[in-house]
């Protein structure tokens, strides 16, 4: 018998549909694999862009997930959530396979990171300078979408780009 592929060929749809989940993030779900054990653990983090549209996070060393990043930067991001109304598969979501990237505090990306963290989450405002806090760049290596029952999509990284989408 064969395997059916539910995967639907990557189209603008897909593509659009992927940057307006990602451009919309405020926050997702962050994936990581636990240190010495053999299982995963999830966290819900906050989440902006960076001026390329990447995906970047402002993190606490004395978090969980950042010393199992610290460990392996191998993780997962789940973005979008359901709307107020209907059943929550029918609402798209988009799952991103990823490496984290610590950002060197003193560096010049941490400042212009800074600047454009608090300009899109201002409430950062607050603990953005706390010694124990840095950012996070997530590095992207591909995707699933899904955009409701029936409709899913395997992502490249090359899809993902803010210039890919022309719808």
């Keep these: ?4 592929n539910p995967f639907r060929p990557v189209d603008d749809t897909a593509r659009g549909l992927a940057r307006d989940l990602i451009e919309g993030a405020t926050f997702g779900a962050l994936a990581t694999l636990q240190p010495g054990k053999a299982g995963p653990s999830v966290s819900r983090i906050s989440l902006a862009t960076d001026e390329a549209g990447g995906l970047v996070t402002l993190i606490s060393t004395l978090a969980d997930h950042t010393r199992a990043l610290h460990a392996n930067p191998t993780c ?3 973005i979008g959530e359901p709307g107020e109304t209907g059943d929550p598969l029918t609402h798209p979501r988009l799952t991103l396979h990823a490496e984290a990237r610590f950002v060197v505090r003193d560096s010049a990306e941490h400042g212009h990171l800074r ?15 706390f010694t124990d806090f840095g950012f996070v760049c997530f590095e992207i290596s591909e995707a699933l979408l899904n955009g409701g029952f029936g409709k899913a999509w395997r992502l490249a ?3 993902l780009a803010p210039g890919q989408r022309t719808t």
Excluded: G, I, S
């Design 157 to 159: 990284k090359a899809d």
């Design 115 to 129: 600047a454009r963290y608090l300009a899109l989450r201002p409430k950062a405002k607050l603990y953005v300078d």
């Design 76 to 78: 997962a991001l789940l």
């Design 1 to 4: 018998m064969a395997e059916a």
